[in-house]
């Protein structure tokens, strides 16, 4: 393994970073004193400090020093359209104006329309929203145990689905991912979450052969997101259907990201497969906090009275919040109704990206790829981390592979590129992130140059 060192230039980066930025220094030593290292989610959380973001409009960001900052992260890869989006952000305006938005506590309309739009898009019976993805795969694990009468659970090494006691294992690399990632998680629930791989079609045999009878469920990503940002092949997601049906385990498919990402709909229709259970996110609140669970009627119906409500999926104060379902139905209504032109064109920018951000590289000779660019099963995609194996022709299509440390330079995707990019007042996660379609073509040459000048400066250290 190749091992680098770059904490000389990181160090060089973060002075120079405190100099830039020095109102979001400030903040910083303000922020430490009353929130846990100064934030609230540990990947916004950026060191030394972040910036503090003050305005947001599409493709950029602008900080409380007055840095405007070019977003490839927008929102978690929840802005399709970008930030604040004037489709969704008038609405939301006009309803507050007129009286309505922050009555929380009844239902409306607006929840029955865009569940409505939900079950058309996705092939689902019935949903029930709830406002965060985390809770969202959490019911439907849940929903899973109950209606199979089961207890074990897989997933895949690098998957996330948020932080329950379900989902943390097996999300951060640990020589291989067969590792518990939180302390103070029960035995009874961990020893219970199989870990398989992604991409590995032979794995799943191997894992549905030995434990399939026992399983509640299989919950996937069809196109992971922690893990690579990278889709599974169709023989994958083919193959988890067929075994989780003929064990009789539940397959819940978390398109948390994927949902509305690539079609007016979820990715599983891309691959033809249907699941039981649907999770999804971000994209669909249109920049608020919307989550949802959907699916076959006979599982979703266990939460409500025809199932003698056995699962206790029946609370959240906010769930359905009045302001989050107008922002859900209108960017759906929108995107559905936008359909033909929205996809083609993220799909080109997305490409065009890809292929100008390789060709910088290129140039300087640094090997840097996308994580997944061997699968076509999901072509042009908007969702891109950018990764520097140590080798030529490495396989990239499953996280144990972009996640291993003697495989790519973990460190310079995520620690020094993201430093060195901000400092060119771009900012990138996992080496990039995702297109909107706030994203044009002069934005992917800012974003090159940057990179261009981020290159230069990191050849002495590679
Ligand atoms: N599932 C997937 C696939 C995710 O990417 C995420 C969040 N990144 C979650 C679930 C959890 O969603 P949230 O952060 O809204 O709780």
Known sequence: MMSR??????EELAGEYSRHAPKSAA????????????????????????????????????????????????GHYSNLLGHNPEVVTKPLAEAFEDGFGGQTGFTD??????????????????????TSGTLATMY?????????????????????HGGHLWGLKGVGYQVGFEVVDSVGLPLGVTKDVVVTTFNDTEKLH???????????????????????????TGEYVKTAR???????????????ISGFRFRAGDAGTLYDVQPDLITLGKIIGGGMPVAAVAGRANIMELVGREGGRRVKFTGGTFSG?????????????????????????????????RQAVASVFEDERILARFAGDQIYDIPNSSLHMLVFPYEEG?????????????????????????LAMLLENVHVVHGLGSTSLAHKEEHIQILCEAYQRVAKRLKPWL
Request: glycine share 8%; with cysteine.
């Open 5 to 10: 060192d770059f904490s000389k230039l990181l």
């Open 27 to 74: 903040f910083h030593k303000e922020a430490v004193k009353y929130l846990v290292d100064g934030g609230s989610h540990t990947k916004r959380l950026i060191q030394p400090f972040p910036p503090r973001i003050a305005s947001a409009d599409g493709a950029w960001v602008v900080d409380e020093d007055g840095n405007k900052i070019l977003d490839f992260w927008q």
């Open 109 to 130: 309309r607006l929840q029955v329309e865009t569940a409505e739009i939900i079950c058309k898009q996705t092939g689902s019976e019935r949903v029930r929203f709830t």
């Open 140 to 160: 439907a694990i849940l929903l899973a145990c109950a209606y199979t009468g089961r207890e074990k659970v897989m997933k895949v090494g690098g998957g996330w």
């Open 206 to 232: 191997y894992h549905f052969n030995q434990i399939g009878d026992e399983l509640a469920c299989f919950i996937l990503e069809p196109v992971i997101g922690a893990g690579g940002l990278m889709p599974a």
């Open 242 to 256: 067929k075994l989780s049906q003929h064990y009789g385990a539940v397959l819940i498919l978390d398109e948390v």
């Open 321 to 353: 919040q009045p302001a989050s379902m107008l922002a859900a139905k209108t960017i759906l209504s929108y995107l559905v109704e936008n359909e033909e032109s929205i996809y083609p064109k993220l799909a080109e920018i997305s490409a065009k990206t």
């Open 394 to 418: 490495q396989s990239l299509i499953t996280p144990d592979e972009v996640k291993n440390p003697e495989i790519c330079d973990v460190a310079l995707c995520e620690k020094v590129m993201q």
